[in-house]
Each structure stands twice: as C-alpha cells, then as structure tokens.
C-alpha cells in the first residue's frame, strides 16, 4: 500500500510540474485550408530572419529562387493581400549567376510601405568577392563600397523617417554601417562601428520609428544602441549565443531577442538583460521570436518540424503556453504576427517555401 501510494504521488507532482511548464489550455492550431501553402522553391534563411513582413492584410516573403532556365539564382517577393488565403505569384527583384544563396532580406517603410531588399553576391575573381546590394524594384545600388565583406551577414532595417540603414561584417571582422536617405539612390561611405573583435559570424539589427539603431552582434552576445543622430554607444554584455538570432523592438524601452533557445529581456532600452532559457529543443539557428503586446509569439525548429508557442504573461517567458507543431517537417522559421496577434510563419521544407498562418 505504501509503494503504490508513493507512485501515486510521484506520478502526480510531475504531472502539476509538466503543467505549470506549460499551463495554457489548448495549443494554437495552425493552416490556411490545407495545411502549408508552397510558396516555390528557394531559401528563405537568412541571418536576422527578416525574410516575411505581415502589414495588415498584407504578406510580404523574400527567397532566393534557382532559375531552371539559364542558370543562376533569382531574388523574389512573394505576396498576399488577403493575410495569406491566397498568393498573386512571385515578383523578381533581379537576378544573376553570381547572386548568393544563402538567402536575402526584406524590410517595409512604415509610413510609405515602400519595400525594401538586400542580397548577396559573390565573384571569385574580384576583391571584395562578397557583396551587399541593396534594391527596391526600381534602384540597384552596391552598398559595402570598397569594404571587403564576409558573407551571410548583413542586415537592412528602415526608420519612420525613410532613412534606410544597412549593417554587414567585414572579412577584417569589423562591423560597418552605411545608410541611404534618398530611397537607396545612393548609400553614405560604409563607416565601422566601434563594436568589440567579432568573433563569430552574426548580427542582428534593427531600427525604431524614431531613428535609433539596435544591434546586437557576436557569440557573446554584445549589445549596442545608436540614437537617432547620435554616437553608438558602448558595448553591453546582452545574453550568450552561438548562432543567428532574432531581434524584436517592441519600443524605446522593450528589447527582445532569441537565438539558440535562449531568449534576452531588456526593459531599459538595452543597458541590461535577462536571459531565460527556454524549456524547448532548439536545434541550431534555428528559432524567431516576434512580439505582440507584450507577448512573445516563438518559433523554433525540432527534428519533426517548426513549433510554435506563445507566452501568457506579458514580458514573461516563462509563462509558455502549450506548443503546437506549426510546419511538420519544416525547418529554419521566419515569424510574423499581425495587428490581431495571430502569428505568420514561413519556413523551408523538402527544398520549398512554405506559409502557414496561426487559425
């Protein structure tokens, strides 16, 4: 009687403890109609994960696409007006056998909603063999000018002033900064940022409505702040992380980010942070987070698929709800979320695009 009591409570407090990890109710339930919808072939991984922009009823993916025909690589816009019900085919942005394919970035003006790209090149017989392109649809403009630059590391973000601002790293492990005021017309002289050596290749960047520029960059996790007009600021020792992370502005003061199952907390606009690591099985760079009011809406992939969960507790991520296999067999998410708070994921899958969107 005494054995079977002890199991009995034993098999009761995991269950309350698995409970509390998890206390939500039911998980989110994802698909359009029928699941996935297949965007096309391509990749859409790209450091920082700014690879899809929900604005309203409106989705914007970016992904590199192999020609069939010809050769070489394409960058493409694939877009929905209807949150994602339905796709009126891809957009080319340009196209090139030296195009890189390790992906490319999309951002959105957010009083214009002018679209924005950045992509890479590469040429073997040149110096620098790695280049940053900036493009619009109508501009094409090389942005690293004489800077030789290390590839799959740059990242592009637009102010509420137009001002479009771009960062990459250099073979030198240097991060530069160049910006463009005049719509990508022309880009200022790229200028270093005054961060710590970088030691592995990964930034992360952002900017506000108002100008100010957030970066975080390095396995050390580094975090660095620019104000609208202003200096960088010194380095602060954000969280430890080893791959691509994804970096959330939620406002001035409201930082975020998550990379490698390890999500960074700052409420002071950057001079601290708090990491909590998440009860999930990361694998690699492989997670994106999103934020919505308050929320943090997680992506991350496992080795059956794309995951999802949301937080119950406003800048708590600790308070996860239950999760929910959003993309089986699906890899290396993008994450959205938009004005209702239902989250948007793209991802790679068997050599695809995918969408799918939170019902």
């Known amino acids: 009687m005494k054995r079977t009591l002890l199991v009995f409570l034993v098999v009761a407090l995991f269950v309350l403890s698995f409970g509390n990890a998890f206390a939500a109710g039911p998980a989110p339930q994802f ?80 009083v214009t909603k002018a679209l924005h790209y950045i992509w890479i090149t590469y040429d073997p017989f040149s110096v620098p063999h790695y280049n940053y392109y900036y493009g619009n649809g109508t501009v094409t403009t090389r942005v690293n000018g004489s800077s030789d630059v290390s590839s799959d590391s740059g990242c592009i973000a637009v102010d509420g002033n137009g001002v479009i601002h771009i960062v990459f790293l250099g073979s030198d492990n240097a991060v530069y900064y160049t910006s463009s005021s005049d719509t990508g017309v022309t880009f200022s002289g790229p200028v270093p940022v005054p961060t710590d050596p970088v030691s592995y290749n990964m930034l992360s960047f952002t900017a506000d409505s108002a100008g100010s520029l957030y ?57 601290t942070w708090t990491c909590h690591a998440t009860p999930f099985n990361v694998t690699g760079a492989n997670d994106s987070l999103a934020v919505s009011g308050g929320l943090l809406n ?62």
């Not at 708070?341 to 019902?359: D, H, L, R, S």
């Open 31 to 110: 698909g359009i109609t029928t699941g996935e919808v297949k965007l096309g072939d391509g990749d859409t991984w790209k450091s920082d994960y700014h690879g899809m922009i929900v604005d309203g009823t409106y989705v914007y993916s970016v992904r590199v696409y192999p020609e069939r025909v010809g050769g070489g690589q394409e960058v493409v816009m694939d877009k929905s007006n209807d949150g994602g019900l339905t796709w009126q085919g891809s957009t080319g942005i340009t196209r090139g056998s030296d195009i890189d394919f390790n992906g490319a970035s999309i951002a959105i003006n957010p």
């Open 298 to 359: 997680y992506a991350w992939g496992e080795t059956d698929g794309v995951h999802f969960v949301r937080t119950t507790k406003s800048n708590d991520p600790t308070s996860w709800g239950t999760p929910a296999l959003a993309i089986p067999g699906g890899n290396l998410p993008n994450i959205a979320v938009d004005p209702a708070g239902k989250a948007y994921i793209t991802a790679q899958k068997e050599g695809m695009t995918v969408f799918t969107k939170e019902k």
């Open 215 to 271: 970066l975080l960059y390095g396995s050390g996790g580094k975090f660095m702040k620019k104000t609208a007009g202003g200096s960088w600021s010194a380095s602060y020792a954000a969280c430890q992380v080893q791959n691509d992370t994804s970096m959330v502005v939620y406002d001035s003061t409201h930082l975020y980010f998550a990379g490698n199952g390890t999500i960074g907390i700052s409420t002071n606009g950057g001079q």
